[in-house]
């Protein structure tokens, strides 16, 4: 392959990534999923609890899909990727009750799965076809940036559709949307280049194998950690910021503004992750997004226990964008991963990093759901402001290799 064709593909390739993820991540039911869920036939705390084991189906396929983008293909993986997707969104609108959107969940689950170190690993080594793997940051910042475009999109209609088509048929529109991810991904260029072959052991052996020397490498291991943990507080922050906007009594009608709100604080982040790191620095970049989830969490615990309506959708609003920061310091730390590893591990060590989180992910959800069910937003809300040391202990480890 010559110099330009290479360019051409990787041009080609970067234009159907930002494609297919943004049709992935064009969310028209996520201001309103709670919502929908409960019509179904669950409760808010199933709705956390579902959530959760969402997380536990993507914990348990995390390495077995890292591992084959790296052995078999990447191209493949993201197309299967993007089927289950589809098939679970398709799930969920055929289901009523727990276990049948618990099956779609799973789905989805298996296909975040499936992305999650793929496409990250694909992105670095296309770059690096043309020697612009330093570019990542940037690059991998603008496809998760049309991403969260297409989120805040999706937010601000997904509101309007469902009061004119209800919720089912919203679900069979995503569905729709979520296929298009496919013919997307079909057409990205493959990587021949990238291919791992292991000759004296199993292929779980050798998995296994690089997840072990991962999290044996303190440097890795802590650039794991502290993102997860900081990743496991926002989508809880996520998740509840509807139920804590009903309590305060914020109209139903603004709760797509403030969804928009966070998935366009998210496009922002994206966008300008690189910039504000080489600004800062990575150190302070961290300290910075641990405070804004604790001001993120009292925010939240003032709107429910204040009457002024004015202070409110204030403090509203910050709950809204707390949790958009998890697009900054993910692709921050995702960075300086990358920059550590192989390209023939990649996708496996990602798919490690993306397995740690999702546990911690899957722990604080199942804790919020007990905690809402049995005491309530309030407490629920005190009791993540308690545990936020143990985020501060991360912050503090990380710190020891962010300052070489």
Partial sequence: MTKNEKSASV?????????????????????????????KG????????????????????????????????????????????????????MAHGFWMIMLGEGLLGVASALFSGTLEAYT??????????????????????????????????GGMLYAGVGGDNLLW?????????????????????????????????????ITWNTMKNSKLRNFIIFPSIFGAFTIVLLWIMQPIMEQATVPVSL???????????????????????????????????????????????????????FFVYILCAIVALGPAIQSLNGLQFNTLIHHDIKSQERGTVIS?????????????????????DGFGITITLVVF????????WALQKVSEFIKK
């Fill in 173 to 209: 529109i995503e569905t729709g949307i979520a296929a298009l991810a496919i013919i997307a991904f079909l057409f990205v260029p493959e990587l021949t280049e990238v291919k791992r072959v292991v000759n004296h052991k199993s292929a779980i052996a050798d998995a296994v194998g």
């Fill in 42 to 93: 669950i409760t808010v705390g199933d709705f956390f609890l579902i959530q959760g084991l969402f997380r536990v189906a993507a914990f348990l396929f995390e390495i077995p899909s890292g591992y084959m983008s790296d052995c078999l293909s990447r191209k493949r993986i993201l197309i299967s990727a993007a089927v289950v997707a589809t098939g679970g969104f398709a799930t969920v609108a």
């Fill in 124 to 157: 670095y080594d296309l770059l690096k076809r043309t020697n612009q793997q330093k570019e990542f940051l940037k690059e991998y910042g603008n496809i998760s940036t049309y991403a969260n475009i297409a989120s805040f999109v999706a937010t601000l209609i």
């Fill in 11 to 39: 041009n080609r390739g970067l234009r159907l990534l930002r494609l297919g993820w943004f049709c992935h991540n064009f969310l028209l039911i996520l201001p309103v999923i709670v919502l929908i869920y409960t019509q």
């Fill in 385 to 392: 402001l308690i545990i936020t040391v143990v985020l501060f």
């Fill in 255 to 309: 709760f797509g503004f403030y969804v928009g709100a966070n998935q366009l604080s998210r496009a922002f982040f994206s966008k300008y992750a690189h910039k504000i790191c080489a600004k800062f620095g990575n150190m302070t970049t961290s300290v910075l997004s641990v405070f804004s989830i604790v001001l993120c969490i009292i925010a939240g615990i003032l709107a429910i226990n204040i009457q002024n309506m």
């Fill in 352 to 372: 490690t990093r993306a397995m740690v989180s999702t546990i911690f992910g899957a722990i604080l959800l199942c804790i919020a759901k007990f905690l809402v």
